[in-house]
């Protein structure tokens, strides 16, 4: 078991994960879906009730696409073991729903934070001669580099070369499409700034089923205020952030089908990326506070 109040690297999560699926193999199992640049194992955890039925809906939830919003892997961690070792209280969470979730994206700009720049966001893969990493959270092909996204290869928006230049891309792209139609709620971790927030991201405009996703936001929005007090504002990217074009949350919905994809900005924790012991423990416990009531949102209505 690990910690819910400490930052862990990206070789104990996946400990932590396949230590799971060693436990509990009748309702966990875990799959390599892919490497990263640097040749580190990417890893999903399917989480489900053991019934050992297949096809069902799936809620999908990722993690640490950006490497230096550490309390997004730490949020992940906390869902997985809240679903997995507190089962016999959550068993009705996983009724007609399997969850997947790939609690780091980006592994090799995860580690990269740990060892050297702790203020990296982008993947590792060189972008061009002089610089290293692109934004993946502006790598998806849809809109891509349209708005909010750099095309120079320096900076912390970069774009990529070109859509989906980057295999960590291209594997959050392979599980979703495979997921399609059964794909029904996709949640990114992100941080900071304590936003709920859905598509889209590249344009003021809304989505026709605006609504539907600002029930399920506010629902999560609600539920944390009312637990901890915690303030989330809530919102289509575009119009309570900024427009961006290129993000895994408007590609799930948009190409993949999700009926509800929703960005959870974490709080800074003071001073941006530094939560506390104990706020890595508070924010936790917020993100699964969230995901249970966007859940119940979701269920009534797909
Ligand atoms: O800019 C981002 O990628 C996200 N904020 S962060 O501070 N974590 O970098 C917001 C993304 C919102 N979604 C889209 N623009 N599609
Ligand atoms: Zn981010």
Request: glycine share 8%.
């Given at each position: 078991?690990?910690?819910?109040s ?26 390599v ?19 050992g039925?297949t096809?069902?809906s ?5 993690a640490?696409?950006h490497?230096?919003e550490?309390i997004?892997?730490?949020g ?5 073991h809240q679903?997995?070792?507190?089962f016999?209280?959550n068993s ?24 050297s ?26 809109h891509?580099?349209?708005?909010g996204?750099?095309?120079?290869s320096?900076?912390?928006?970069f ?5 989906f230049?980057?295999?960590e ?14 794909g ?6 992100h ?43 809530v919102?289509?990217?575009t119009?309570?952030?900024?427009a ?5 949350d ?12 929703i ?19 508070l924010?936790g416990?917020?993100t699964w ?5 966007m859940?119940?949102k ?5």
């Amino acid at each position: 078991s690990i910690s819910f109040s400490a930052f862990h690297r990206h070789s104990e999560i996946n400990a932590y994960l396949d230590e799971l699926a060693a436990a509990y193999p009748s309702r966990v199992s875990v799959q390599v879906a892919g490497k990263s640049y640097e040749n580190r194992d990417i890893k999903t955890i399917t989480i489900s009730n053991g019934d050992g039925k297949t096809g069902k809906s799936v809620i999908f939830l990722d993690a640490g696409i950006h490497a230096r919003e550490w309390i997004a892997h730490a949020g992940a961690l906390y869902v997985i073991h809240q679903l997995v070792e507190n089962f016999a209280a959550n068993s009705a969470l996983l009724k007609n729903y399997d969850w997947v979730i790939l609690p780091v994206v980006n592994p090799d700009g995860y580690e990269y934070t740990h060892t050297s720049t702790r203020m990296w966001r982008k993947t590792r893969k060189p972008a061009s001669a002089s610089c290293y990493g692109t934004d993946a959270n502006r790598n998806f092909d849809y809109h891509w580099g349209e708005v909010g996204a750099s095309s120079y290869s320096c900076d912390d928006t970069f774009k990529g070369q070109t859509a989906f230049s980057e295999p960590e891309t291209q594997l959050v792209r392979d599980l979703l499409l495979n997921l399609k139609g059964r794909g029904k709620f996709y949640l990114t971790l992100h941080s900071y700034g304590n936003y709920l927030l859905y598509p889209y991201g590249w344009t003021s405009a809304l989505p026709a089923s605006w609504r539907d996703k600002d029930n399920v936001a506010q629902a999560g929005a609600a539920a944390i205020k009312a637990s901890t007090g915690t303030k989330y504002t809530v919102g289509s990217s575009t119009n309570v952030l900024y427009a961006a074009a290129g993000g895994s949350d408007d590609y799930a919905f948009a190409v993949d089908e999700f009926p509800i994809s929703i960005n959870m900005e974490l709080p800074a924790g003071g001073t941006g990326f530094y939560p506390t012991t104990a706020q890595i423990l508070l924010y936790g416990y917020e993100t699964w506070t969230d995901i249970k009531a966007m859940r119940q949102k979701v269920v009534e209505n797909y």
